[in-house]
């Protein structure tokens, strides 16, 4: 491993690093919020240039490591101690449940490549998707439309619509009824 090479590596711009730090010192006050102001910590997302639809609630213990690289919809939950470590970019459709402690990882690093370098990588989240407490989703993931992810599930490729994952690797267990609106 070219541990040196790596560290030379330009990651981020200057302009992406001082937003980063500004987020991170302010930060304390979207942790700190008590749980019933949502409107807060969305006003806050906003801020820092993320896309925030109507009636989302997010807890906060969530982690959310990059504002402006989220966007999510109308009716959304992020649980207690979720993780969204969005180094690329999430979309979460409207009305997802991220149920408490479930991690989004965006980034990871090329293991072919003896410098290790970055990869930030985007993840999709369509409409109607539950994941569940627990549960991982990798870098490059589509989850499809109301699909569900099961409790611990571990998805590293992409979630069919319509229907419910579980295990690690995540394997299908069933198929679920479309829900209409």
């Given at each position: 491993m070219d541990v040196l090479r790596n560290r030379k590596i330009k990651k981020w711009s200057k302009s992406?690093?001082?937003v980063r730090c500004f987020w991170f010192m302010l930060s304390p006050l979207f942790r700190l919020s008590p749980r019933l102001c949502w409107g807060w910590r969305r006003s806050m997302l906003r801020l820092f240039g993320a896309?925030?639809?109507?009636?989302?609630?997010?807890?906060?213990?969530?982690?959310?490591?990059?504002?402006?690289?989220?966007?999510?919809?109308?009716?959304?939950a992020v649980g207690?101690?979720?993780?969204?470590?969005?180094?690329?970019?999430?979309?979460?459709?409207?009305?997802?449940?991220?149920?408490?402690?479930a991690h989004l990882c965006g980034g990871s690093h090329d293991f072919r490549d003896p410098a290790m370098t970055l990869i930030k990588a985007p993840i999709t989240i369509e409409d109607k998707v539950w994941i569940c407490a627990d549960s991982f989703v990798g870098p490059g993931v589509v989850v499809g439309e109301g699909a569900v992810?099961?409790?611990?599930?571990?998805?590293?490729?992409?979630l069919k619509p319509w229907s419910v994952y579980g295990g690690n690797p995540v394997k299908l267990i069933s198929t679920r009824e479309q829900i209409r609106d």
């Amino acid at each position: 491993m070219d541990v040196l090479r790596n560290r030379k590596i330009k990651k981020w711009s200057k302009s992406e690093l001082l937003v980063r730090c500004f987020w991170f010192m302010l930060s304390p006050l979207f942790r700190l919020s008590p749980r019933l102001c949502w409107g807060w910590r969305r006003s806050m997302l906003r801020l820092f240039g993320a896309s925030v639809g109507k009636h989302v609630r997010i807890h906060p213990s969530a982690k959310i490591f990059i504002p402006w690289n989220l966007n999510i919809g109308d009716w959304c939950a992020v649980g207690n101690d979720a993780v969204i470590y969005n180094l690329g970019s999430i979309y979460i459709g409207d009305k997802v449940i991220i149920s408490q402690r479930a991690h989004l990882c965006g980034g990871s690093h090329d293991f072919r490549d003896p410098a290790m370098t970055l990869i930030k990588a985007p993840i999709t989240i369509e409409d109607k998707v539950w994941i569940c407490a627990d549960s991982f989703v990798g870098p490059g993931v589509v989850v499809g439309e109301g699909a569900v992810l099961a409790a611990r599930g571990v998805a590293v490729k992409n979630l069919k619509p319509w229907s419910v994952y579980g295990g690690n690797p995540v394997k299908l267990i069933s198929t679920r009824e479309q829900i209409r609106d």
